[in-house]
């Protein structure tokens, strides 16, 4: 029981690094945001672990709750977060901070396209 | 200026060098440390205290017990970090152009998905109080059902207006507080269930929440205040 | 009955924000806001500051409240605590609240803008109050996180390019804060099985690796949120740029409620565990705020930005008294020096609220505020102007108020425990500190006829002029009963 806790847990940490390093050396902020989810998701990986406590004992279900409150916490600061971004990306570029998104052409596009032709369907 | 780069170029690669180090090493305490955490082995922690009580809770499902009953107020005051970011998004200007009409492939399987997600959706709030499921998978499925129905054309997700949608992200924690507030009095304290009310108090929280987070997450899907 | 004001004031702010969220009306195909939504949102802020006030009345007579929801106990539910330190930073937080609640209900004359403020900044306010309440680690994670979310959708809400960069970079920099709090939070859980704080101070006798490393994330996390130096970046720009009511909440409150965070952790929770290195390394970072912001504030063009970097430099007094608590073994002397960091916490709240404002209605009437060419607007604003002052006199540490009591213990404390080093650099900061201010008012006297109103807008001027009044002079002359409050003896104090 101990390795799995170990194994599951210790990969968290290994997740929380990785997020920060990529958190503080990537520029664009989509891949900043998906550094913060990483993070965040290494320390649930920890809170996961620690649950765990073998397999013919019921899990500890607190853990589990403390893990579904933050995935709904961090999902709604990425949704914040990105439409802060789309409002900056509208606004007219100056020379910006760094967390401007890049140049739309370069990544995926955070605005639908306007399609001008007709509609795809060829019934 | 290809000088100038290249050691700016340089410097930036050796202090991605430096911090990588740095955090590495940092990684290799935390890890160290868990371990110690682990090995220390205090024990069961709240399992026990917890698995003891869910009798009690109304669900049988410990983790919704936890949720619903034993740490309610983290819930409700997560369902405000939800609404506080959709509001923060409506603040920052309106709604994007919708995507294009579907195509009749994508009508076609719309027309069937959506049905079953909402009903999946009605499905996990109500088996939530016996298996995983819950307020807030039920509420994630209808949200994706409005980001489908967005992504195939619908200008606002399959949401009503913006007074209707207002109220509708207010249920889950209007529910909450009310219920909770009318506890004091009747039950013994704030967001103190009895255990014969419990079950249904739950579910009705939860029906609230579903709702809440269902329009809130498809609103934050559409991106903007309602045009 | 009285423990259950401690539910009320996270519920009332909350329903209130229920209420502002649907107080709309139709206009054609848009949605505005609907004259009654000032009126909800005043009502919401004057019911909570009563909560409040007759909360910090039953702790100031019957001690330290508290209340286990659900009523299941600790280690399951969660703990709700009110004890002498979370009274007195609640009733500040509040009334400062209050005060700027007041005078937002005339700073905003745009429809939109108020229609988007009140929801969120009632939502703030809960977790504010929930805040400074909370016993429990996870609880604290939640309402930080709320209250960060809140903070930087409120001050991304001119819409300026400004003022969304700055406000994304502080949300993304206080995400990366909560995420290193949650980790600590989990190693704790993962050592000890609880999350309660009252438990934990229990179970954590002799210090460990894990305690350590606990202590160390959950502290960086909440040092980048209280935006000590080096991790300060942040601040200056998001707080410039917001809506004035927005910054004054953001700059008296928000990074306030991150200090108290660190303050209860390393007294209660940690205080086996936190060695004198430790608190030595947050004194001398306070030391570096204290330098530092002082002297961007003092070269700081506009006046706004002068105020956010003044909360820097600030701040890093607060953390001065780490180092001095920790060379000071519990006792009255220890006693003094708690008492004294919150005096300076609570001052601080109330100078800078009245500055920001203030600088907040300069700015609506100039149109811009640059300092330097502040000088006609000054004369037309007389109550402005001595809010200002007063503020100023505050934070430069001036007697009556309180933060010159607090300074006087500070190097007092210092000259105790034998760390000189500390007198220089309050010296200094006090120095710089007067340096800006009266840099500032200096545009405000001149060779003009004497202006023949004192208040030109009631609404705006006297939130801001009570909140430095407070500042200036009732916290130093009243300070007595925040020691009663604390629950430590009165004597020897001012």
Known sequence: MMTAQFLYGGAGMVLFVLGIWSFLVHEPLVRKLIALNIMGGGVFHVLIAIAYRGDDMAPDPVPQALVLTGIVVAVSATALALALGRRLDDLSPGDGPDFSPPAPQADLPLRPKEHAGGSADVS | ?227 | MSAELLAFAVAVPLLGAMLAVVTVTRQGSETRASPLLNWVGLITATLTTLVIIFMTGAVWQQGPLRLELGGWGVPLGIALRADGLSAAMLAMANLVALGTSLYATGYFRSNDEALHFWPLWLLLWAALNGLFLAADLFNLYVMLELLGLAAAALGALTGSRDAVSANLRYLLVGLLGSMTYLLGVALLYTAYGTMDMSLLADVMRAPGPTDGTALVLMTAGLALKAALFPLHFWLPPAHANAPAPVSAALSALVVKAAFYLILRLWLELFAPVATFGASMVLGLLGASAVVWGSWRALRAERLKLLAAYSTVAQIGYLFLFFPLLAATPPGPAHDQLVAAVVLMALTHGFAKAGLFLAAGLVQQQAGHDRINELGGTAQHLPATVFAIALAGSSLIGLPPSGSFISKWLLMQGALETGQWWIIPVAASGTLLAAAYIFRVLSRAFGLEPTPLRFVTDARTEVPALTLALISAAALGLAAGPLWTLLGLDAGGGA
Not at chain 2, 36 to 46: C, E, I, K, N, Q
Not at chain 2, 124 to 137: D, K, S, V
Request: net charge positive.
């Open chain 2, 1 to 227: 200026m290809s000088d100038n780069g290249l050691r700016s170029d340089t410097r930036d690669r050796d202090l991605r060098l430096l911090l990588g180090v740095l955090l590495a090493t940092i990684g290799a305490l935390l890890l160290w440390v868990f371990y110690t955490a682990v090995a220390s082995d205090p024990g069961p922690r709240l399992a026990e205290i917890a698995h003891a009580k869910v009798p009690r809770s109304g669900v049988s499902n410990p983790v919704t017990s936890v949720l619903l009953n034993f740490r309610a107020y983290d819930t409700l005051m997560e369902l405000a970090v939800l609404l506080a970011a959709l509001l923060g998004i409506w603040s920052l200007g309106p709604a994007a152009a919708p995507f294009q009409q579907a195509g009749s492939a994508l009508r076609g399987m719309v027309a069937w998905v959506v049905p079953l997600l909402i009903l999946t959706g009605g499905y996990m709030l109500w088996i939530g109080g016996q298996a995983p499921g819950g307020a807030f998978q039920a509420g994630a499925l209808l949200g994706a059902a409005g980001v489908i129905l967005r992504l195939a054309g619908d200008a606002s997700a399959g949401l009503p207006n913006e007074v209707q949608q207002r109220w509708l992200i207010i249920a889950g924690i209007a529910m909450f507080l009310l219920l909770g507030l009318a506890l004091i009095p009747l039950g013994g304290g704030f967001l103190t269930f009895p255990p014969v009310m419990a079950k249904w108090l739950i579910l009705l929280i939860e029906t609230a929440a579903t709702i809440a987070i269902g329009a809130t997450l498809a609103a934050a899907y559409v991106g903007g205040r309602p045009r």
